[in-house]
């Protein structure tokens, strides 16, 4: 069965800083990759998506991942962020079976400080 | 587009008492699905749902049901609640099935049971 490992269960930042949040999943055939973020009291966002093709994935918000295959990774990156990027985020995975759902990391809490 | 909506947004129960929540997906989706967002467990996949029927269910009792209306609208149905069922429920959709298609969430029920 897919997993996924975020590395980082926390990660405090100054503003204008690069962050490099990291995921790890168990390695399949073939694989979707998605990142979600979550702000406080709401639901899950979708940032980017990775289904095929380009390893590099621009998202919203200035984010971007790179899928890497060999060390089953899908790093999520920001050059420089935001107090507004203080939320939590979440690796997830679908196996491109039948089953639908997706597997999700344990998340990360970004935390951006002034 | 209005987005995925779930209602209520909190919901107070007693153990051993029944509670429904709903879902309406994006205009036009097909695909729901139900998240339960416990602390400390992260999120946990509960049920899909695609065009009426039932596809697959996560690793949840029984007493943990649901269905899909002709319209696409979803509710979940926990019974005999127990306190550890307290946790963010929440519901997203795809527009068709398919694991490499987004899931777009709404903002959850907050369910506790006291």
């Known amino acids: 069965a897919q997993s996924v490992t975020q590395l980082d269960s926390q990660v405090p930042v100054f503003e204008e800083a690069p962050v490099e949040l990291r995921c790890n999943y168990s390695?399949?055939?073939?694989?979707?990759l998605f990142w979600y973020v979550q702000y406080p009291n709401q639901g899950l966002q979708l940032l980017l998506k990775?289904?095929?093709?380009?390893?590099l994935v621009k998202g919203i918000n200035g984010f971007e991942a790179e899928f890497n295959k060999s060390q089953t990774s899908f790093h999520l990156r920001k050059p420089s962020v935001h107090i507004s990027d203080t939320a939590e985020y979440f690796c997830?995975?679908?196996?491109?079976?039948?089953?639908?759902?997706?597997?999700f990391g344990k998340g990360t809490k970004l935390s951006v400080k002034p | 587009e209005a987005g995925v909506t779930q209602s209520p947004t909190h919901l107070i129960k007693t153990r051993g008492q029944q509670a429904t929540l709903r879902c309406s997906p994006i205009s036009g989706h097909t695909s729901v699905y139900w998240y339960q967002q416990a602390l400390g467990l992260g999120l946990q996949f509960l049920l899909w749902y695609d065009e009426g029927e039932e596809r697959n269910r996560g690793n949840f009792p029984p007493r943990f049901s649901g269905r899909q209306f002709p319209n696409y609208s979803s509710e979940l149905n926990v019974n005999a609640l127990e306190l550890e069922d307290s946790a963010l429920y929440l519901c997203a959709s795809s527009l068709v099935a398919g694991a490499y298609q987004p899931q777009h969430f709404g903002d959850g029920t907050r369910l506790s049971i006291l």
């Open positions: 390695s399949s055939v073939s694989v979707y």
């Open positions: 997830a995975v679908s196996d491109g079976g039948s089953q639908g759902n997706l597997i």
């Open positions: 990775y289904l095929s093709g380009s390893t």
